[in-house]
Structure formats: structure tokens, C-alpha cells
């Protein structure tokens, strides 16, 4: 267990309406990531973070926002959420060394409904 | 990174040893080849990674092959828990950007 939670772990919202999804860890793993998972599309990363306030775009970074102002929390917003990111979120932090960061661990997931 | 190709689906009956095929043929020197899998709902789960010798955890074993080109990860005793989709992903071993999931094998274990 490498302490990831995720909160909320269920949410529906409004069209329209912003919506922060938070994951944190215990252990101050350096690399954390947002992947959102779909029918037919698989996981697909959403933004990633190297370190506090370091932050980078991934596959499907449109339409949602980051931030990391500490090391253990690494918030996932939607600004104006839309029926398209209806979802299940899941949060990862990579427990590998620094020669391999590929080795990552999973939080529970978040799952979104927007109506 | 290089792409992969796996089975859409395998078969195993429980209590047998499970091998799990991945095609990774345009694998570069530096790239290593990682598993996940993932039970319904739940997040992905780490289960071995390798970059050119055979590794072995308390869940699994990986067999990549001399050239690097393929690698079979093995169950040895599948339990019908072993039932989910299987990620064969390849991927150098720094940087932050995380992993790129395909659609994996899905693993169905029989009783």
C-alpha cells in the first residue's frame, strides 16, 4: 500500500459546474498522475507532476487543470464540467527509483457523473 | 515508446499455469517491458517489469526473449482472482511521464 487516497470517491454534478478531484499520498513520492478510464478508450493520462508546483499536459489535458502546491496532494479540476468527462478518474504515483519511474501505484478511483 | 501488440482475449482453467503473450518488436535498448493488470473497477496493479533478463516476484514471472522482441508473462497457478485485463506496456526507465496503456489481453480463469 503505497497511502494514495482519492477523494471524492463518487460524484454527479451539473453541466456547467466545477468540480476538483483530489489525490493524495503519505510518502512524498515525487512523480504523481491523473488517468481517466472509458469504454472503448482505455486509460488515458490526463496531466502529470514532477514536483511541487511542476506540472505537464498528457494525452487529454483539455478541458481540465492541475496543481501540486505540496508534495502530497495533487488536485485534478474541471473548470465547467461537461457530459464528455463523465468518468472514472484514477489517480497514480510512481514508486520506482529515478532510473525507473514506470512502476506505479493506483488509487481507488473517482467516479464522475455529470447530467 | 514502442508499441506493443497482445491478444484481445486468452483462456486459462484454473489451478494451470497462465502465459500471457506480448509482441513488443520495435523495443529500443533502454526500454523496459512492464505489466499491469486490472479487476473490474479497480485501478491498474503493478505486477513485474524487466528490461533483458527473466524476473520473477511473488506473483508472477517474465521470460523476454534473447532479441527482446516478445516476452511472456506466466501465472503458475491461476486462481479464478487472476481473472482481468492484462497490460503488456514498454517504456524507458526515467522521466515523468508516466505510461501509456493499449487495450491488454483479457484473462478470463475457468473453473
Known amino acids: 500500500d503505497a497511502g494514495i487516497t482519492q477523494s471524492p470517491r463518487h460524484k454527479v454534478t451539473e453541466t456547467g459546474t466545477p468540480v476538483t478531484l483530489r489525490c493524495h499520498q503519505t510518502?512524498?513520492?515525487?512523480?504523481m498522475y491523473w488517468y481517466r478510464q472509458d469504454p472503448g478508450h482505455g486509460l488515458r493520462l490526463i496531466h502529470y507532476s514532477y514536483g511541487v508546483k511542476d506540472t505537464d499536459k498528457g494525452e487529454v489535458s483539455d478541458g481540465y487543470s492541475v496543481s501540486r502546491s505540496k508534495t502530497e496532494d495533487f488536485l485534478l479540476t474541471l473548470e465547467s464540467a461537461t457530459s464528455s468527462q463523465t468518468s472514472v478518474y484514477f489517480c497514480?504515483?510512481?514508486?520506482?527509483?529515478?532510473?525507473?519511474?514506470?512502476?506505479?501505484?493506483f488509487g481507488e478511483g473517482s467516479r464522475l457523473t455529470v447530467l | 515508446d514502442a508499441k506493443t501488440t497482445q491478444p484481445p482475449s486468452m483462456d486459462c482453467a484454473e489451478g494451470r499455469a497462465a502465459n500471457l503473450p506480448c509482441n513488443h518488436s520495435t523495443i529500443s535498448g533502454n526500454e523496459y517491458v512492464y505489466w499491469y493488470r486490472q479487476i473490474h473497477s479497480q485501478g491498474p496493479q503493478y505486477i513485474i517489469h524487466g528490461l533483458k533478463n527473466n524476473e520473477t516476484n511473488e506473483m508472477a514471472s517474465l521470460i523476454i526473449t534473447e532479441d527482446r522482441k516478445s516476452s511472456t508473462l506466466i501465472l503458475p497457478h491461476a486462481t479464478l482472482r487472476d481473472t482481468a485485463v492484462y497490460y503488456c506496456?514498454?517504456?524507458?526507465?526515467?522521466?515523468?511521464?508516466?505510461?501509456?496503456f493499449g487495450k491488454g489481453t483479457h484473462l478470463i480463469i475457468q473453473p
Open positions: 506496456i514498454v517504456r524507458g526507465g526515467g522521466g515523468a511521464d508516466g505510461l501509456t
Open positions: 510518502e512524498n513520492h515525487r512523480y
Open positions: 497514480a504515483i510512481s514508486v520506482g527509483t529515478s532510473l525507473n519511474t514506470g512502476e506505479l501505484f
